[in-house]
């Protein structure tokens, strides 16, 4: 009786099989629904166009203190939890309640252009699927532990397909479609297309991490020398009797210091002390560009700005890392998308083609075993 002898490579490849099977129907979920959230932006303007866009007619805009009354009329038991729109002439007022609710507003006229549940948009369940398998909490730890699986596959992905010698790299980059060995076809979609993607998977795992453990901030913020980042400080409106600061005022005040935005959020106060904060993007290439100013909504004073002139190196990295993640790099425009999405169709297949791999292995073996078994009796 031989026994195997146990390499290192056969190690990586016994962690690759085990971590493959476990997170495999995961990693599936979790890879369909990156890529089919990587055109959200394009999805939205083809399949929701009328939602976001009006008729300019040529008059001015009326006032969010308006807009908001006309919401308030129509639904009088939705809280408005923020307030969102392009910087373009074009561009409907979006409100979100805190009922998961989009109310589409004219600016023109302050009419309601329509009223969208969140919980059946389409990309809005398909990103809660892939963030939290639409299971809460308990889906979130699930991706949380998926991340970093996900990280190890695909490092011990590449060293199994690395070829043992230079003489065999042309082999290990080439899948041979005319072979009537679907066994071997199979083998070389696994193995092929997952190096030929591995680049993308390793900064989507890389992003990924970033996104939901702290000690990867953490480490980030040592790296740049910067110090650790801390939980965003709540700030307080002091009431003062008689005052009251408007949405508008601290609208207008923000895009006359801080112009040339492309996109607004605004979060109204959401009590007696909350502040009102006003946050604008900026045209940009790599690392998003946004400014954040905190109101306090009685004076008007300014609690708080985060512009991005002032960004750190560890800001540069967090403020980069969302886009790195989807593939909305803006540098290489719809490009990085079309490299992305095919990235994640690749990344889906790979359980697929992992799995087909397994069970061939397996019904050799019961094969083997049974011939064996057969030769003895």
């Given amino acids: 009786m031989t026994t195997k002898k146990i390499t290192f ?148 992905g590449l060293i199994l397909w690395w070829p043992k010698q230079k003489r065999f790299f042309k082999r290990a980059v080439t899948i041979n479609f005319k072979s009537k060995n679907w066994k071997l076809v199979n083998w070389e979609l696994h193995s092929v297309l997952g190096f030929y993607a591995l680049l993308v998977l390793l900064i989507i795992s890389f992003t990924g991490i970033f996104f939901v453990y702290d000690s990867a901030k953490n480490t980030v913020a040592f790296l740049t020398g910067q110090p650790a980042p801390k939980k965003e400080k709540k700030f307080k409106s002091k009431p003062v009797k008689g005052r009251h600061y408007s949405l508008d005022e601290a609208y207008q005040y923000m895009s006359t210091t801080n112009s040339g935005a492309t996109e607004t959020f605004l979060t109204p106060a959401t009590d007696s002390v909350a502040p009102i904060r006003i946050l604008m993007r900026y045209p940009y290439a790599i690392v998003r560009k946004q400014s954040t100013l905190y109101f306090n909504q009685y004076t008007g004073k300014v609690l708080k700005a985060e512009l991005y002139k002032n960004y750190t190196a560890y800001d540069n990295i967090a403020k980069s890392n969302y886009d790195f993640h989807t593939g909305r790099i803006r540098a290489l425009g719809v490009g990085s998308k079309i490299i992305y999405f095919l990235s994640g169709l690749t990344a889906a297949s790979l359980p697929v083609t992992g799995f087909m791999i397994w069970l061939g292995k397996k019904r050799k073996k019961k094969r083997v075993v049974a011939n064996v078994v057969a030769y003895a009796d």
């Avoid at 007619?57 to 392009?86: L, Y």
């Fill in 9 to 156: 490579k056969y190690l990586i490849r016994q962690l690759h099989l085990i971590l493959g099977l476990a997170s495999g129907l995961i990693v599936f979920i979790v890879a369909v629904t990156g890529s089919l959230y990587v055109f959200e932006e394009e999805g939205r303007e083809l399949f929701q166009h009328d939602f976001y866009h009006v008729q300019h007619p040529g008059n001015a805009k009326v006032s969010f203190s308006q807009m908001s009354d006309t919401v308030k009329a129509h639904f009088p038991k939705e809280k408005t939890t923020s307030i969102r729109f392009k910087e373009s002439k074009d561009a409907a007022i979006i409100f979100y309640s805190k009922k998961e609710h989009a109310i589409s507003v004219d600016p023109y006229t302050s009419k309601i252009i329509g009223v969208k549940n969140l919980d059946r948009d389409f990309f809005t369940v398909v990103q809660q699927i892939h963030t939290q398998l639409l299971l809460g909490d308990v889906g979130k730890a699930i991706i949380k532990c998926n991340v970093l699986i996900f990280l190890i596959m695909c490092i011990s």
